[in-house]
């Protein structure tokens, strides 16, 4: 089979796309036929090397895959049914998505709703379910569209644009926090009612700010996201899933203490499956499937690791598929 093998021999780290015995693949009771899988910016710090993502080499980098099951000694699972894998340490601890085939737990599998095709549901990916999880955390919350603006910061990225399509067909006031102004057309056909430079956010704040908005999606930690608990009105929610700009929180317990502002964390790695599940299907009824086409793209194999650079560096928009028989 094709696939993305890390290696780190002697401290040679390298990332390479290569033939690999099926025979290599590790231990699992169920095996998947891969018909697609994604980029996300964890796959990307895995193949740069950026970062420890990988705990053991040789390394298959990936953490989302959709295909079909060719083997299974599950009874959860027979040949032939359609499945969606997003995190679990898929692609950090054992070998992930970015190859023809994959042997995992049946635990981590979800069955694929019939609205999506596996391409569509790595389009969607961790970042998509990811988002999801948030705006179920948001709704768990209290928040709903009547009592006004919703920010999506990062939106650009895979979760803020998957973020903002789910939020505007349910009815809320997106705004978007960009740093990318010339991209307005690409936020406002996924349905955002307005943008803000992610500058207003990003730099040192006050410890309170003006009531701004009922919620928010945060993609980013840091300076931003304690702004963004400052400024979110009394009883809003904050869900906080991502640390692009940093993984410190600089605030103050002002804003959840004066304004009852909950800070929802949201982790998509070990989510228990039922609420996975409950993922999913919310994402096959409040997902526009028209949406997906605007934010997605399409590489084959031996474009990946040139690609990851380019995500390291904030020069991919939206979603990246992976077709790994490509």
């Excluded at 207003?200 to 003006?210: C, D, V, Y």
């Excluded at 904050?238 to 317990?253: I, K, M």
């Excluded at 949406?291 to 084959?300: I, Y």
């Amino acid at each position: 089979m094709r696939a993305i093998l890390i290696s780190n021999d002697d401290n040679d780290y390298r990332a390479e796309a290569a033939e690999v015995p099926e025979s290599d693949l590790p231990d699992g009771d169920v095996t998947v036929t891969i018909d697609y899988s994604t980029i996300n910016f964890k796959d990307s710090m895995a193949i740069a090397g950026s970062s420890p993502i990988i705990r053991s080499f040789p390394m298959v980098p990936g953490i989302d895959l959709a295909g079909t099951i060719e083997a299974s000694s599950s009874d959860e699972y027979s040949v032939g049914d359609t499945v969606v894998l997003n995190g679990w340490g898929v692609g950090e601890r054992h070998w992930g998505g970015l190859a023809q085939k994959a042997r995992v737990k049946a635990d981590w599998l979800v069955s694929l709703p019939d609205a999506f095709t596996t391409e569509q549901a790595m389009v969607i990916g961790t970042a998509g379910y990811t988002a999801m999880l948030c705006v179920l955390n948001l709704e768990k919350n209290g928040v709903t569209p009547d009592q006004g603006e919703i920010l999506v910061t990062g939106a650009a990225g895979g979760v803020g644009s998957v973020a903002i399509a789910i939020l505007a067909k349910l009815g809320y006031e997106v705004i978007a926090s960009t740093g990318r102004p010339e991209e307005a057309d690409y936020f406002t056909e996924l349905g955002a009612a307005g943008l803000i430079d992610r500058n207003e956010l990003s730099e040192p704040g006050r410890p309170m700010g003006k009531e701004r908005w009922a919620g928010a999606v945060d993609t980013v930690g840091s300076h931003t996201l304690a702004n963004v608990c400052a400024s979110t009105k009394y009883g809003g929610a904050v869900a906080a899933c991502g640390l692009a700009q940093g993984f410190d929180l600089p605030a103050t317990v002002m804003p959840f203490i004066l304004r009852s502002v909950t800070l929802a964390g949201t982790d998509s790695v070990n989510c228990p499956k039922p609420r996975r599940i409950e993922a999913w299907n919310r994402l096959a009824s409040d997902l526009d499937p028209k949406r997906l086409a605007t934010m997605a793209s399409k590489v084959g194999l031996d474009e990946v690791i040139p690609l990851a650079a380019k995500q390291l560096a904030g020069q991919v928009r939206g979603r990246v598929v992976v077709d790994v028989n490509n």
